[in-house]
């Protein structure tokens, strides 16, 4: 009798010890993840970099006809993103892109400002360097995904509180040039900088939207990549959530900068849980 109850005791610790693992660990690739999870990875060279996680959704992209600043390549129509990705929780930084790439072309020198002045091309070879360490896949944001993160869950021009000079750093209030990212208020999602500061490229050829889509990457090629998010030295309209740009990929600017984001992987499940601040 007393073998049999040792053995039962054994065997509701072992199943509960079984159970509090699997609850302490974060979800796999394709298993459920809540928006605004959190990981750092740590990046060739040593530097850090914060990922959040933008589940799967549906929102309305582009600006309503009388949104202030509007222009005709805004169509306003809904989008959904069956597959979540990660972004990054800030532009990328100039110590970054120095741990990576180990140079630094910016104009406005400070390790905890954005990186600038670098081309669409220039993006993808630090995207290449760095892809080991998210399992292979890291990338650009697509225009969708990246507006999707800026809104946040909000249809308002500006994300977050909603007041341009609370979110972003634009002609108004930057003194003509970068600052440091996270200095502002951050959207509902936890992303900073989604508006001014540097323009963000993003994967997509330019295209002008004309229905309703799942998933959109833009055309296959074309002549112009995108940015969004306006910069410095944009006006305050220029930095709304619909606002895009498009440039020549070759080109580098100090109001170009960019923002990692990657597709979900086992990898990404095992990277540590960012320190809540």
């Given at each position: 009798m007393k073998a049999?109850?040792?053995?039962?005791?054994?065997?509701?610790?072992?199943?509960t010890a079984f159970s509090g693992a699997r609850g302490d660990s974060p979800p796999a690739a394709g298993e459920t993840r809540k928006t605004g999870e959190t990981r750092v990875v740590?990046?060739?060279?040593?530097?850090?970099?914060?990922?959040?996680?933008?589940?799967?959704?549906?929102?309305?992209?582009?600006?309503?006809?009388?949104?202030?600043?509007?222009?005709?390549?805004?169509?306003?129509?809904?989008?959904?993103?069956?597959?979540?990705?990660?972004?990054?929780?800030?532009?990328v930084t100039q110590s970054q892109w120095e741990s990576v790439m180990r140079s630094n072309h910016s104009r406005f020198k400070n390790g905890d400002s954005p990186v600038e002045n670098v081309s669409w091309y220039d993006c993808?070879?630090?995207?290449?360097?760095v892809n080991p360490a998210f399992g292979g896949k890291a990338r650009l944001p697509t225009e969708a995904e990246w507006e999707y993160a800026c809104r946040a869950g909000s249809d308002a021009p500006f994300a977050g509180s909603g007041v341009v000079s609370e979110m972003a750093w634009y002609d108004e209030n930057s003194e003509h040039h970068t600052h440091e990212v996270g200095a502002n208020k951050p959207n509902a999602w936890g992303f900073y900088d989604m508006h001014g500061n540097v323009l963000e490229w993003c994967s997509d050829w330019f295209s002008n939207p004309k229905s309703d889509a799942v998933n959109p990457k833009g055309p296959p090629?074309?002549?112009?990549?995108?940015?969004?998010?306006?910069?410095?030295?944009?006006?305050?309209?220029?930095?709304?959530?619909?606002?895009?740009?498009?440039?020549?990929?070759?080109?580098?600017?100090?109001i170009f900068g960019f923002r990692l984001a990657c597709s979900d992987s086992d990898a990404m499940s095992s990277m540590p849980l960012a320190q809540q601040k």
């Open positions: 049999r109850i040792y053995i039962l005791v054994l065997a509701t610790l072992a199943t740590t990046l060739p060279g040593g530097a850090k970099m914060e990922m959040i996680w933008c589940a799967p959704g549906s929102f309305r992209m582009g600006s309503p006809d009388d949104e202030h600043g509007r222009v005709s390549d805004e169509p306003l129509h809904s989008v959904t993103l069956t597959k979540g990705f990660w972004l990054g929780k800030y532009e993808e070879a630090f995207v290449k360097r090629s074309g002549s112009f990549k995108m940015l969004r998010g306006g910069c410095w030295f944009f006006l305050g309209t220029d930095c709304r959530c619909a606002y895009r740009l498009k440039r020549e990929p070759t080109l580098r600017n100090c």
